[in-house]
């Protein structure tokens, strides 16, 4: 079943086939919620939020976007709106699951360097600023395109365009070599 058919049986309030959405997307709410917010336990909480809020109120989707698209908004501002609950409650956790890198390896010298490096990548992407951080995330590990960051944002392209410059420069400047 193609995906505009399993959101119109969804919305007239087939299980199964929100079951089939949630089965088909949950991986990515996770990854993005993971990634911004940097702490699992938080991300599944999200991820589990965001299909329960759909299935308790569907007619919060609008066809009038692909469920895809819809999805990203929904997912943007959550993680959005957990960062700003908890900001100053904790900090984003090194050890999250933010990972750029697969453990490919090597000898344990290579091992532990890659893991510093990547912890280095984790910390400097956790201190951008909020959107510029979603931005990076949706852009780089979650491979969306630059339309398709600004629907999830609800901004332009341009702004996404000027919001990746800044993070990569940002990010740049964090890990660069004392």
Known sequence: MREAELVAAALAGDRAAWRALY?????????????????PDDARDLTQDVFAQLLAE???YRPTAQFRTWLYRVVANRCLNERAKVRNAR??????????????????????????????????????????RLAVVLARFEELSYEEIAQALETTVSSVESLLFRGRENLARALAPD
Do not use: M, N
């Open 58 to 60: 569907p007619k919060r």
């Open 23 to 39: 089965l088909a997307h949950k991986d990515f709410v996770y990854r993005v919620a993971v990634r911004f917010l940097g702490h």
């Open 91 to 132: 900090r984003v956790d090194d050890a999250s699951e933010l990972r750029a890198i697969p453990d490919a390896g090597g000898t344990p010298e290579e091992r532990l360097g890659r893991a510093q490096e990547q912890a280095r990548v984790r910390a400097a992407i956790a201190g951008l600023p909020e959107r510029q």
